[in-house]
C-alpha cells in the first residue's frame, strides 16, 4: 500500500519562506519519478517541481530561482524548500509519485513534461497562503 503525506503548509506573508514534506511509505523506491502540484482555486492543477530517482530534477517557470526539490532516503521523505513567496504562490500543494520500474526514458519524459497523467500517487495536499 502507497501512502504519500504532505505537512508544513502555512500562512506566511510575502517574502516568507516554507519547507513542504512528503512522507513515503510503502512504495518500491526503483527507478521512478516523484513531483509536486498545486492548484488554486478557479484554477488548473500545475506541476511547480519533479525529481527522478537518479536525481533529475525539472522546475515550472514561475518557480525557478525559489523552489528547490529534494529528497532524504533516510528518512523516506521528499521536500519542496520555497522562498521569496508571493501571493500567486498561494495554493493546495499535493505531493505526487509516479508507478516504479520504470525506463529511464519514461521516467524522465515523465518529470520533464510534469503533468498529472504521469503519476499514479497522490497525498492528500496541504495550504500554502501567502499574503500581502
Known amino acids: 500500500q502507497v501512502q504519500l503525506v504532505e505537512t508544513g503548509g502555512d500562512s506566511v506573508q510575502t517574502g516568507g519562506s516554507l519547507r513542504l514534506s512528503c512522507a513515503v511509505s510503502?512504495?518500491?523506491?526503483?527507478?521512478?519519478?516523484m513531483a509536486w502540484f498545486r492548484q488554486a482555486p478557479g484554477k488548473e492543477r500545475e506541476g511547480v517541481a519533479g525529481?527522478?530517482?537518479?536525481?533529475?530534477?525539472k522546475y515550472a517557470d514561475s518557480v525557478i530561482g525559489r523552489v528547490t526539490i529534494s529528497q532524504d532516503n533516510t528518512k523516506n521523505t521528499l521536500y519542496l524548500q520555497m522562498n521569496s513567496l508571493k501571493p500567486e504562490d498561494t495554493a493546495m500543494y499535493f505531493c505526487?509519485?509516479?508507478?516504479?520500474?520504470?525506463?529511464?526514458?519514461?521516467?524522465?519524459?515523465?518529470?520533464?513534461?510534469?503533468?498529472?497523467?504521469?503519476?499514479?500517487?497522490w497525498g492528500q495536499g496541504t495550504q500554502v497562503t501567502v499574503s500581502s
Open positions: 505526487a509519485a509516479s508507478r516504479f520500474g520504470m525506463p529511464a526514458t519514461q521516467r524522465l519524459a515523465v518529470v520533464k513534461r510534469l503533468q498529472e497523467a504521469g503519476f499514479d500517487y
Open positions: 510503502g512504495y518500491s523506491a526503483t527507478h521512478y519519478a
Open positions: 525529481l527522478t530517482s537518479s536525481g533529475i530534477t
